[in-house]
């Protein structure tokens, strides 16, 4: 009588995490803010969408950090905005 031997499922189970599918950008206004986290000295890069235009300012105008406008994603590319590239050169001065 010996020992039996373990049967082997076809498939093997998949283990961790699986993997997150990339986000698909909407056609908005988008900002790329750099925030600097002081405990380990890093800046990271977040992308911020808004809809409209005064919601933009007022993101621009209540952050401390530093602010990239890419300007408005049409499915393509990220068309400039004037309106938006002049307060943001009003607001660096």
Aim: hydrophobic share 25%.
């Amino acid at each position: 009588m010996g020992k039996k031997s373990k049967e082997k499922p076809e498939e093997k189970r998949k283990m961790g995490r699986p993997p997150t599918k990339p986000v698909t950008k909407r056609p908005a206004y988008y900002v790329n803010v750099k925030v600097s986290n002081s405990m380990n000295y890093q800046t990271t890069n977040v992308l911020i969408s808004k809809d409209t235009i005064p919601e933009i300012k007022q993101l621009i105008a209540r952050s401390p950090q530093k602010v990239e406008l890419l300007g408005y994603w049409n499915g393509k590319s990220f068309d400039k905005v004037p309106e938006l590239e002049e307060f943001l050169k009003n607001r660096q001065k």
